[in-house]
């Protein structure tokens, strides 16, 4: 497909328009918003829009307090893509930076990255998001890896990232029905144009995952997969297919780990011994392993490293019980609601 021309030529002095969206943030927002008014503004202005969905602290009075331009929405089905939507389309910024409201921008970040719309082809940028306590949990230590990517063009990107204003009118913004998987979405409709999505290899925000507990990891995951069959079946029927085959590749997984315990535990029933399940769990620790080598360029801590193994696979139960949930709601004809995993 050939591009088309760069809509923005970017003033001397652009104005950037800062989203930030969060519900029940609490303190997390303050740090949040005190990141974006202390950052370095070397080459361009700022707005500040904080959007909140629905929160029952104080944060719409913390944002205000702050200086932010504040908008609420009390909508039936809160989303992410629902606060992003009302925030760049209140702004009057030629770009729009996205910030969800547990994380902390790096202060160089938008100084540094302006310059990569020069490109006419890139339409979004984007940078490292990595977690600010790692240590608090083996969670949060191994989900961490999960932001690592390497530098380049990718098919999308994550919550927080700079958009051409110009771009988002042309597509029309987020997806307001998706209550997860909105990014990837959104960029598949904006590479549809012939522009790209851009990951640079610079600090961009710290991230608050404050996932401490089993139940906290399993909704994330659940959601994720419900995300992936959402999206897979929204561009089924068109030319650009997107994670219709990563939908399958984590139902064989899912089906696969299952079949495997369950074999190995009949073995050992039948067999009135402990080395068939043994076996299996072996087996299974050795594709972790595998995992966890594949992956070894993002981290040099080990321990992370072999956690982040078992989780490739275990995820996938999860995830495919969300793509489950997901089907199940569409035959119903019932829509999900948002999925938050922090309030567990």
């Known amino acids: 497909m050939t591009t088309e021309s760069n809509p923005v030529q970017l003033a001397s002095r652009p104005l950037v328009s800062v989203v930030v969206i969060g519900r029940n943030e609490g303190e997390r927002l303050r740090r949040c918003l005190q990141s974006v008014f202390e950052m370095d503004r070397s080459g361009f202005e700022t707005e500040v829009i904080y959007v909140d969905s629905g929160s029952i602290d104080r944060s719409v009075e913390l944002a205000q307090s702050m200086g932010a331009k504040t908008i609420v929405l009390h909508p039936d089905r809160p989303s992410a893509a629902l606060g992003r939507n009302a925030g760049w389309r209140a702004a009057t910024g030629s770009v729009v930076l996205f910030l969800d409201g547990d994380t902390i921008l790096h202060p160089r970040f938008v100084a540094d990255s302006l310059q990569e719309f020069s490109d006419p082809e890139i339409a979004v940028v984007w940078g490292h998001r990595r977690e600010l306590y790692p240590e608090r949990s083996i969670y949060i230590r191994t989900l961490d890896l999960d932001w690592i990517y390497a530098a380049g063009r990718t098919p999308y990107c994550g919550g ?69 069959a959402e999206v897979a079946d929204r ?15 984590n139902r064989n997984r899912a089906l696969a780990l299952v079949g495997l315990l369950l074999l190995g535990l009949a073995g050992s029933i039948v067999w009135r011994s402990p080395w068939p399940l043994a076996a299996v769990l072996v087996f299974l620790a050795l594709l972790a392993g595998r995992s966890a080598w594949k992956v070894r360029w993002k981290s040099n801590d080990l321990l992370a490293l072999a956690l982040y193994g078992v989780h490739s696979h275990l995820q996938q139960l999860p995830i495919y019980i969300g793509q489950l949930q997901y089907k199940l709601n569409r035959r119903r004809g019932k829509r999900a609601m948002l999925v938050e995993y922090k309030q567990l």
């Open 235 to 249: 561009f089924q029927s068109t030319q650009q297919q997107f994670w219709t085959e990563e939908s399958k590749a």
């Open 160 to 228: 927080d990232a700079l958009f051409l204003r110009d771009v988002l009118e042309r597509v029309n913004g987020f997806d307001e029905t998706l209550i997860a998987g909105e990014e990837p979405e959104l960029c598949r409709r904006i590479a549809a144009l012939g522009f790209a999505i851009l990951h640079v290899d610079r600090p961009m925000t710290g991230h608050d995952l404050a996932i401490h507990r089993w139940g906290q990891y399993w909704k994330r995951s659940t959601r994720a997969g419900h995300a992936f």
